[in-house]
Antibody, heavy 119, light 107 residues
Framework: ELQLVESGGGLVQPGGSLKLSCAAS????????MSWVRQAPGKGLEWVSV???????FYADSVKGRFTISRDNSKNTLYLQMNSLRPEDTAVYHC?????????????WGQGTLVTVSS | DIQMTQSPSSLSASVGDSVTITCRAS??????LAWYQQKPGKAPNLLIY???SLHSGVPSRFSGSGSGTEFTLTISSLQPDDVATYYC?????????FGQGTKVEIK
């Protein structure tokens, strides 16, 4: 069974850092493109970043230069390193698997991990 | 960035009604559009990809159409289980964007 489980969220002060993890099972992270999508409390979905199987990465303008997406193939895990955090980064962060054969939509999602940026 | 605009932002309909949600792109995205359903407190679920292809396991009452800049999601016979917020997403470029969502309720 395909599964994605996020962890690493929590309360962090503005300017701080946090690293989110997304453990995958039932498929290989390295063989698919993988995304992070966030949702602020009571708000809609916001695409954050994507990592392609070949290693290319792309970021939303709102996080570019502050967030880094990566993966550890040996652990079959996707990561999101978040630096210089701002209150507006407060959200539930979901990881998602790119639909095989597609170029940009996601067919499996994790339940998310909550990041709260506040003093 | 490509902007995605959904309408309406919310709707209320009776069980069995046909419901249509519209999504407009700020520039042509060909057919690179997906629709997702999100129930409260849950992760989104993929419904439609490439504008009109039904994702595996999704009930046939859901359908998508459109190309270029205008797209629609139709629920042919609304069911209580369809209460959710629906989002469109473009993936014409590496920098994907979502619509703001349409909340669907039962009257």
């Amino acid at each position: 069974e395909l599964q994605l489980v996020e962890s690493g969220g929590g309360l962090v002060q503005p300017g701080g850092s946090l690293k989110l993890s997304c453990a995958a099972s039932g498929f290989t992270v390295s063989g698919n493109y993988m995304s992070w999508v966030r949702q602020a409390p009571g708000k809609g979905l916001e695409w954050v970043s994507v990592l392609y199987a070949g290693g290319s990465t792309f970021y939303a303008d709102s996080v570019k230069g502050r967030f880094t997406i990566s993966r550890d193939n040996s652990k079959n895990t996707l990561y999101l390193q978040m630096n210089s955090l701002r209150p507006e980064d407060t959200a539930v962060y979901h990881c998602a698997r790119g639909r095989p054969g597609s170029s940009g939509c996601d067919d499996y999602w994790g339940q998310g991990t909550l990041v709260t940026v506040s003093s | 960035d490509i902007q995605m605009t959904q309408s309406p932002s919310s709707l209320s309909a009776s069980v069995g009604d046909s419901v249509t949600i519209t999504c407009r792109a700020s520039q042509s995205i060909s057919s690179w559009l997906a629709w997702y359903q999100q129930k409260p407190g849950k992760a989104p679920n993929l419904l439609i990809y490439e504008a009109s292809s039904l994702h595996s396991g999704v009930p046939s009452r859901f359908s998508g159409s459109g190309s270029g800049t205008e797209f629609t999601l139709t629920i042919s016979s609304l069911q209580p289980d369809d209460v959710a917020t629906y989002y469109c997403q473009q993936y014409n470029t590496y920098w994907r964007t979502f619509g703001q969502g349409t909340k669907v309720e039962i009257k």
